[in-house]
């Protein structure tokens, strides 16, 4: 069973800093692009940060300078280092996992960890 298991939410004050895990269960080397998303209540979900397996990143422009997004290839695992945090940063937080093609691509999301920034 392909799993992706984030961690590291929780509750900070505005200025405080997080850094969500996303493990998962496959190889992230050969997946196209991991990468970070986020969704508020009433909103839709939204992408703060993506990696591709050529290391190149991207980010939403409400996070640029403040977030940081890496990984491990051998642990498998997917980082997202949240500073200066803000209370509109307040969301539940998605890992998902992404390779492109047939027959063997895939669109895999993890379960979600709630960051709440209070002010």
């Known amino acids: 069973q392909v799993q992706l298991v984030e961690s590291g939410g929780g509750l900070v004050q505005a200025g405080g800093s997080l850094r969500l895990s996303c493990a998962f269960s496959?190889?992230?080397?050969?997946?196209?692009?991991m990468g970070w998303y986020r969704q508020a209540p009433g909103k839709q979900r939204d992408l703060v940060a993506a990696?591709?397996?050529?290391?190149?990143?991207n980010y939403a422009d409400s996070v640029k300078g403040r977030f940081t997004i890496s990984k491990d290839n051998a642990k498998n695992t997917v980082f997202l280092q949240m500073n200066s945090l803000k209370p509109e940063d307040t969301a539940i937080y998605y890992c998902?996992?992404?390779?492109?093609?047939?027959?063997?691509?895939?669109?895999?999301w993890g379960q979600g960890t709630q960051v709440t920034v209070s002010s």
């Open positions: 998902n996992a992404k390779k492109f093609g047939l027959p063997y691509g895939y669109d895999y």
């Open positions: 496959r190889s992230i080397f050969s997946s196209n692009v």
């Open positions: 990696i591709t397996n050529a290391d190149i990143t």
